[in-house]
């Protein structure tokens, strides 16, 4: 009879305890962002997944053999999802060397079981930051052009290149194994003028280093950018909105503006994301071509104003040049390369993306027809395909643009030799603009006085 009720109360305990187990859960860890080196203050992330929650967690480092805790969950939480940020590194933990360590993340589930996960990660402790050592050029800066620097990176780096405000350029070796990096930047058509580029260096640890470029930014002979109405007729209109909206609905000039700024903004980042789609080498080895017999009706950074029937409706800048010929004349790269676009792009209709090297792009656009393939190779002056005005045009033209690491910049530069040896060729080796190259075929657009 005893034995009975002994057993009875031992499985009223029993019970409630296995289905407690039963439903038991092991943390799920995971690092948001990549850790692959620990600095001075090295920021992570750790994500836990429990549906009971975290009783404890912790993270520490390991490294040759000894064990240092490097940060602690203050308090236990019933959500099944949580975030945490802090910092790790030899500023909490100076027993630290250079070196491999194991970084140790250990969560323990907030029910009766206590479950702990465990995650390892291999990182390299990196006690000093990169050091950066630039040219002592004086590097003229003009709105909407590029430039080019040089400088070395010592230490632990990996990632390096020029910043100019928000936007980054990435730095290159020298090309025929020079020692050395350079960067090829861009000083945006809105830059604000007291922008300083600067060279960077990172180690994923946090220790960033930059170090600033020495400039000049004449202001007298900066570009001055013009504005334009642009009447926007009822067929224009028509056209516009339904080749690029056929299946929208709601007033046209609605859907027009909303084709100029929402499809232009994405369409630029599909040209913008290009970028990563470029040689490591310089494929071009003469100045860059303009479209034989053209006429500019519009230059780069031009800013227009879109009136409708006697109203601005809207206002965009227009960044290249619009260059026309005859109908369906035949598309010529610019330059040798490689085709890394060529298909419908919204506004700018059929559009052709070459890679001449390093971030350097040319586009053309609103084409009737394309006879080429991403990943063909073009020689300058091949015809690639014939004008038209597919996309956000009135009548036939090529829309010619240019870009570097993503960033539109003003061809005329570039239709230069001279330009080109003085900010390229003199700093980095570009095959063909020796001393005796010096003469262009291509149109000297424009002169400047104290020009580097
Ligand atoms: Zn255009």
């Not at 390991?62 to 790790?88: C, I, M, R, Y």
């Not at 945006?188 to 960077?200: C, G, K």
Request: net charge neutral.
């Amino acid at each position: 009879m005893r034995k009975i009720i002994v057993l009875v109360i031992v499985i009223a305990v029993l019970v409630p305890v296995g289905l407690v187990l039963a439903r038991s859960a092991t943390p799920f860890l995971d690092l948001p962002a990549q850790v692959t080196s620990i600095g001075q203050a090295t920021p992570v992330t750790l994500h836990v997944h429990d549906k009971s929650g975290v009783r404890k967690a912790s993270a520490s480092i390991e490294q040759n053999g000894a064990h240092f805790p490097a940060w602690e969950l203050p308090q236990p939480t019933k959500n099944a999802d949580s975030t945490w940020s802090f910092v790790v590194g030899i500023k909490s933990t100076p027993q630290l060397r250079d070196g491999p360590a194991k970084l140790i993340f250990e969560v323990t589930s907030n029910d009766l079981r206590g479950k702990t996960a465990r995650l390892e990660h291999d990182v390299t402790v990196v006690t000093q930051p990169p050091t950066v050592s630039v040219d002592s050029e004086q590097h003229y800066l003009y709105l909407g052009m590029a430039d080019l620097a040089t400088f070395s990176v010592t230490g632990n780096w990996s990632a390096a290149g020029v910043r100019v405000g928000d936007q980054t350029f990435r730095a290159w070796p020298m090309p025929g194994g020079k020692p050395g990096l350079f960067a090829l930047y861009a000083f945006a058509w809105n830059m604000p003028a007291e922008t300083i580029p600067r060279v960077f260096a990172a180690n994923g640890a946090g220790n960033d280093v930059t170090s600033p470029l020495t400039v000049i930014f004449p202001k007298k002979e900066q570009p001055k950018y013009t504005v334009h109405d642009l009447q926007v007729s009822d067929g224009f209109m028509q056209k516009v909105v339904g080749e690029l909206d056929p299946n929208g609905s709601g007033d046209p000039v609605t859907r027009f503006v909303r084709i100029n700024n929402e499809m232009r903004k994405a369409n630029n980042k599909t040209l913008a994301d290009l970028r990563l789609k470029t040689a490591d080498k310089f494929l071009f080895s003469q100045p860059f071509a303009r479209q034989s017999h053209s006429q500019a009706e519009a230059t780069f950074a031009d800013v227009r104003n879109y009136i409708y029937q006697g109203k601005k409706i809207d206002q965009q800048v227009h960044l290249g040049y619009d260059l026309a010929v005859t109908q369906h004349v035949g598309v010529e790269a610019s330059n040798d390369g490689r085709v890394v676009y060529a298909a419908p792009l919204g506004i700018y209709g059929n559009c052709i993306v070459v890679d001449h090297g390093y971030g350097l792009q040319t586009i053309y656009g609103h084409l009737s027809h394309i006879d080429v393939h991403e990943g063909d190779m073009v020689k300058r002056g091949q015809v690639m395909g014939q004008s038209g005005m597919t996309g956000m045009a009135g009548g036939d033209h090529i829309h010619f643009a240019m870009q570097l690491d993503g960033v539109q910049i003003d061809p005329k530069e570039w239709w230069d030799s001279h330009w080109i040896k003085d900010h390229v060729a003199r700093r980095v080796d570009l095959p063909g603009f020796t001393e005796e190259v010096a003469t262009s075929s291509a149109p000297a657009v424009h002169k400047r006085t104290k020009r580097r």
